[in-house]
């Protein structure tokens, strides 16, 4: 099955510096890569999302990058403000059968005033 | 659109004890599907439902098990609960015919195991 891979676990910078969060997977046949956000003691929401055959997305201060070949993602955020703060999560979902997106294991982006 | 509720929000229970949480999806949505959250394990997928059929299973044992109603609503239910099955429960509604649906969670299930 998919297995998707983030890094890092935690990433600490200062208000107005740029944020980058980046994310492997293993299955070739995915092609559907959202990203959500989860404030503290929120749900996780969507918030930027790319399929596989664009190479970028990008949404006001934040955007997406995709290498199919070598199977990484990364999620970008320029000017960093402190309601950036939040947990990250990529996924991955494969166009082979399930609709399920796999998901990396978060990064605790903390942003300070 | 009502969003994705569900219910109980917080529960405290005690080993041995079985537990039912409960998910009512957005109107229109034929899928949903059950995660557990706990601190740096990310999002763990346990099951998925779609039009009352379990379509898709994680790796879970098989104390966690699942259904889903004719109007979409599902519940998951775990058995004798252990201390491990503490965390947030959240459940995700989507139309789940596509690749590129987008999940829409539900605020989440705060389960205590003492």
């Known amino acids: 099955g998919e297995n998707v891979e983030q890094h890092p676990s935690t990433l600490s910078v200062q208000e107005g510096d740029s944020a980058v969060i980046k994310c492997t997977y293993s299955d070739s046949a995915s092609n559907y890569f959202p990203w959500y956000k989860q404030e503290l003691g929120k749900r996780p929401q969507l918030i930027i999302d790319?399929?596989?055959?664009?190479g970028e997305k990008k949404d006001q201060r934040i955007a997406v990058t995709l290498n199919k070949t070598a199977k990484h993602f990364s999620l970008h955020i320029t000017e960093t403000q402190p309601e950036d703060s939040a947990v990250y999560f990529c996924?991955?979902?494969?166009?082979?059968?399930?609709?399920?997106?796999?998901f990396g294991r978060g990064t605790s982006l903390i942003v300070h005033p | 659109k009502a969003g994705v509720t569900q219910t109980p929000r917080y529960l405290i229970k005690t080993r041995g004890q079985q537990v039912t949480l409960s998910c009512s999806p957005i109107s229109g949505h034929r899928s949903v599907s059950w995660y557990q959250q706990t601190p740096g394990q990310g999002l763990q997928f346990l099951f998925e439902?779609?039009?009352?059929?379990?379509?898709n299973k994680g790796n879970f044992p098989g104390r966690f098990s699942g259904r889903q109603f004719s109007n979409s609503r599902s519940e998951m239910n775990v058995s004798t609960l252990e201390l491990g099955d503490s965390a947030l429960y959240l459940c995700?509604?989507?139309?789940?015919?596509?690749?590129?649906?987008?999940?829409?969670f539900g605020p989440g299930t705060r389960l205590t195991v003492l």
């Open positions: 439902y779609f039009s009352e059929t379990q379509r």
């Open positions: 995700a509604s989507y139309t789940g015919d596509s690749t590129y649906n987008e999940q829409f």
């Open positions: 996924a991955a979902t494969s166009s082979g059968g399930s609709y399920i997106p796999t």
């Open positions: 790319i399929r596989s055959n664009v």
